[in-house]
């Protein structure tokens, strides 16, 4: 049985792969692997940020303050600051695997359905 602790999101969604590789009270580093198509929920956590930094394959994290879309490589890092509305999506053919330390402070999850209901984010790609 999964603890609902470590592991909140798992009753919100579904995705190819999540791994939690480290956790203490102040930091967590999740491994997640997402099949093309596939994306994590809109959602925010009011007490940590998330440092993405894409493994392999390519993905992007939308969010909403400002309105954005930042696109992800290999090797490439982007940062979340607590209480920003985010998600990452896989728009490509292949899977994508990308690492989230999120830290510091006390690990949160808090979905943010209407966001998943249809937001408008622009890209954030140099014309």
């Known amino acids: 049985m999964t603890d609902p602790i470590t592991?909140?999101?798992?009753?919100?969604?579904?995705?190819?792969?999540?791994?939690?590789?480290?956790?203490?009270?102040?930091?967590?580093?999740?491994?997640?692997?997402?099949?093309?198509?596939?994306?994590?929920?809109?959602?925010?956590?009011?007490?940590?940020?998330d440092l993405f930094?894409?493994?392999?394959?390519?993905?992007?994290?939308?969010?909403?303050n400002p309105k954005r879309v930042t696109p992800m490589r290999a090797l490439d890092r982007h940062l979340v600051p607590r209480r920003e509305p985010h998600t990452a999506v896989n728009v490509s053919a292949e899977e994508c695997q990308f690492l989230i330390v999120q830290g510091p402070g006390r690990y949160d999850y808090k979905a943010l359905p209407k966001l998943d209901a249809g937001a408008a984010v622009r890209s954030a790609r140099p014309s």
């Not at 939690?20 to 580093?29: C, H, K, N, Q």
């Not at 930094?53 to 909403?64: D, Y």
């Open 7 to 49: 592991r909140p999101w798992d009753s919100e969604y579904a995705i190819k792969q999540t791994l939690v590789l480290a956790e203490t009270p102040e930091l967590r580093v999740i491994d997640l692997t997402l099949a093309p198509g596939e994306r994590v929920p809109w959602h925010l956590h009011p007490e940590n940020d």
């Open 53 to 64: 930094i894409c493994l392999r394959g390519a993905f992007e994290i939308r969010q909403v």
